[in-house]
T-cell receptor
Framework: DVKVTQSSRYLVKRTGEKVFLECVQDMDHENMFWYRQDPGLGLRLIYFSYDVKMKEKGDIPEGYSVSREKKERFSLILESASTNQTSMYLC?????????????FGPGTRLTVL | KQEVTQIPAALSVPEGENLVLNCSFTDSAIYNLQWFRQDPGKGLTSLLLIQSSQREQTSGRLNASLDKSSGRSTLYIAASQPGDSATYLCAVLFSGNTPLVFGKGTRLSVIA
């Protein structure tokens, strides 16, 4: 079974802190994604990566950066956390093959910024 | 703009009913369509993936259909149970090098 894990289920940080959210997948997937999910707004794509050391901006990249140094790991960085970044953060991965690119999600990290 | 719409936003049914969840998308040029389930406070669980060349996929009590020409997909749940209560999301991989586009989901409540 594909497994996507996220470093924390719940996280509480202070405004201005630098925050790291880690995501690891064990199925050798090329593609990895970071989303945030807020009530009424649905899933919004922050950043994604189609390969090691590659990154692409999603719909709402402002205030975030990412790192993909290894194929299995995709990190989301909040350079200076703000209260409006309080949200559920979801990581996902998928293979590149169009014949079988089912996307799998991690359990999510509920981040609260005080 | 490529969009995915799910109507209704919420649905409540009595236990045992067969039900259909709807998903529509704006462009028929797609690679595939995926249905997910999400329980409160949890991540998304993949239910079914339908390739553009397929008309339907089945898994247990779930059956998903795809009609590309009309830009529609349905998720049929047979003999619904309270454990089916969750939010169901539809996502489309449109042709071109773009990530999945998600609908906002339908929140299903199955009442015992």
């Amino acid at each position: 079974d594909v497994k996507v894990t996220q470093s924390s289920r719940y996280l509480v940080k202070r405004t201005g802190e630098k925050v790291f959210l880690e995501c690891v997948q064990d199925m050798d997937h090329e593609n990895m994604f970071w989303y945030r999910q807020d009530p009424g707004l649905g899933l919004r794509l922050i950043y994604f990566s189609y390969d090691v050391k590659m990154k692409e901006k999603g719909d709402i990249p402002e205030g975030y950066s990412v790192s993909r140094e290894k194929k299995e790991r995709f990190s989301l960085i909040l350079e200076s956390a703000s209260t409006n970044q309080t949200s559920m953060y979801l990581c996902a991965s998928s293979p590149t093959s169009l014949e079988d690119n089912e996307q799998f999600f991690g359990p999510g990290t509920r981040l609260t910024v005080l | 703009k490529q969009e995915v719409t799910q109507i209704p936003a919420a649905l409540s049914v009595p236990e045992g009913e067969n039900l259909v969840l709807n998903c529509s998308f704006t462009d028929s040029a797609i690679y595939n369509l995926q249905w997910f389930r999400q329980d409160p406070g949890k991540g998304l669980t993949s239910l079914l993936l339908i390739q553009s060349s397929q008309r339907e996929q089945t898994s247990g009590r779930l059956n998903a259909s795809l009609d590309k020409s009309s830009g529609r997909s349905t998720l049929y749940i047979a003999a619904s149970q309270p454990g089916d209560s969750a939010t169901y999301l539809c996502a489309v991989l449109f042709s071109g090098n773009t990530p999945l586009v998600f609908g906002k989901g339908t929140r299903l409540s199955v009442i015992a």
